[in-house]
């Protein structure tokens, strides 16, 4: 059905890099999420106080907070799709972020009161009606939700979207919800083990932990994530493809919402070429990183020698010197200063976070180790940058 409705409402549906299909998306699966989930609201609602089941009952209200979830997610699309202004000349995209987490808070908010009721539930236990009706609506309430996660979480890979995943874990946390309280009935049923309040606990603990998943999903790119490996791993091939461009480095992405990104580089270039043609490359892969990742680029020009035999093979020396210290230390910007008194190297090394040496430790590490090795008097100045990827 939802494909359907795809078909019917979001026209060059697969141009998912495009703010303004991103948003009817995000608005078509808000609607339908409020109309789903309004329904399976009154329908457990009803259950609840025909069987006189607590947890029902909290599940039928976690039903409403999620529709209301979804006015929420419909709110955020429509205004991460408005178009960049002067107070916001990167656009407005980050808002789908604020909005999973919005959704993340009113998860967690539910799983509170539906556990504070619970445990009330069991201080106090009262019977619970066995219906056919409470059963068939619970398992229908089930189904929806499985289909509801469903499309959730196939569009948030289409769209690489927090807040849609978040309503997909959302679902499934329902799903296991639904399922548990059914249980409760069907053992209440059987036993008849007054379990209805604990039920409620379990539902709670699912909501709970579904909150803080999504919270965290939603967290991250607020706070400044590192890129995802393949998206890098792309800019790195777009960029490579131009044989007059010899080498990467110094990479940052900044993420202002999905689809809106800025990319800054170093491109290492031939220092014996011609400065105007190797500008124009540089400016021709500026534009194919737009084309291609729908990304504004900027990439600075990093000259390095590439002829000079005796630079090539001091460079060659000292990479595999940094190697022995550490094999997933890596360098770049590699260049040699002639002087009347002392010859510079510089450099700069690459390492994780985290690494076990902090920058100077390490800077002294690789000093000690070329004047050593070389047995040469070098003036070595050292950069260290950190890697985004582990």
């Not at 539910?110 to 619970?118: G, V, Y």
């Not at 803080?212 to 994530?225: F, R, S, V």
């Not at 360098?331 to 976070?353: C, E, S």
């Amino acid at each position: 059905m939802f494909s359907i409705l795809v078909n019917i409402f979001i026209n060059d549906k697969d141009d998912v890099k495009n703010p303004r299909v991103r948003q009817r998306y995000g608005m078509l699966c808000g609607i339908v999420g409020i109309v789903l989930n309004l329904l399976l609201f009154s329908a457990k609602f009803l259950a609840g106080l025909i069987s006189r089941s607590i947890s029902i009952t909290a599940d039928a209200f976690n039903n409403l907070s999620d529709a209301a979830s979804s006015v929420v997610t419909l709110a955020g699309f429509k205004m991460a799709g408005a178009k960049p202004d002067v107070d916001h000349p990167y656009g407005h995209g980050r808002i789908e972020y604020i909005t999973g987490f919005i959704v993340s808070g009113a998860i967690l908010v539910m799983a509170f009161e539906l556990i504070k009721s619970s445990v009330g539930k069991i201080v106090n236990p009262a019977p619970v009606e066995f219906r056919l009706l409470s059963v068939g609506i619970l398992l229908l309430s089930i189904l929806v939700k499985i289909y509801m996660a469903c499309y959730n979480y196939r569009i948030g890979r289409k769209l690489d979207s927090t807040a849609m995943r978040a309503a997909a874990t959302d679902s499934l946390s329902d799903t296991c919800a639904t399922s548990v309280v059914l249980l409760g009935i069907i053992v209440g049923k059987l036993t008849g083990l007054r379990v209805d309040g604990w039920c409620g606990v379990l539902v709670g603990v699912f909501i709970f932990y579904a909150g803080i998943t999504a919270a965290k999903d939603t967290l991250n790119p607020l706070l400044g994530q590192p890129p995802e490996a393949e998206f890098v791993t792309q800019i790195e091939e777009i960029v490579l493809a131009h044989e007059e461009i010899c080498g990467v480095h110094d990479l940052l992405v900044h993420d202002y919402g999905p689809g809106r990104c800025m990319i800054s580089l170093h491109a290492e270039v031939p220092a014996e070429g011609n400065i105007l043609e190797l500008h124009e490359v540089v400016d021709d892969a500026e534009v194919e990183l737009q084309d291609k990742l729908n990304c504004n680029a900027v990439i600075h020009m990093d000259p390095v020698v590439t002829e000079d035999t005796y630079i090539l093979q001091l460079k060659g020396r000292i990479e595999a010197l940094i190697k022995t210290i550490d094999p997933i230390i890596t360098m770049h910007d590699f260049r040699v200063v002639p002087k009347h008194v002392q010859t510079k190297l510089i450099f700069d090394v690459v390492v994780p976070y985290g690494y076990r040496l902090d920058d100077e430790e390490l800077v002294e590490v690789i000093e000690k180790r070329i004047g050593k090795e070389l047995q040469e008097d070098y003036l070595v100045v050292i950069q260290v940058d950190k890697a985004y990827l582990k």
